[in-house]
């Protein structure tokens, strides 16, 4: 193999873990931003008596 071969295929190779690295930052952000919201939507109470008190009478 030729060096300008080489040197081809090196540049190709970085270029497409670079692009790969980029695309698993894309996704994290969108995972962490997803989390976020349901987190803030949990947090939102629909009821806020709901679950405060217990009745073990039987």
């Known amino acids: 193999m ?13 270029l497409a873990q670079a692009v790969s690295i980029r695309v698993m930052a894309l996704a994290k952000n969108t995972a962490e ?4 919201n349901v987190v803030q939507l ?3 109470n ?7 008190n217990l009745d073990i009478k039987g």
Do not use: C, R, V
Not at 2 to 14: F, K, N
Not at 33 to 36: L, R
């Open 42 to 44: 949990l947090s939102q």
């Open 33 to 36: 931003q997803q989390s976020q």
């Open 2 to 14: 030729d060096i300008a071969a080489l040197s081809s295929s090196m540049s190709q190779a970085s």
């Open 46 to 52: 629909i009821h806020p008596n709901l679950g405060k």
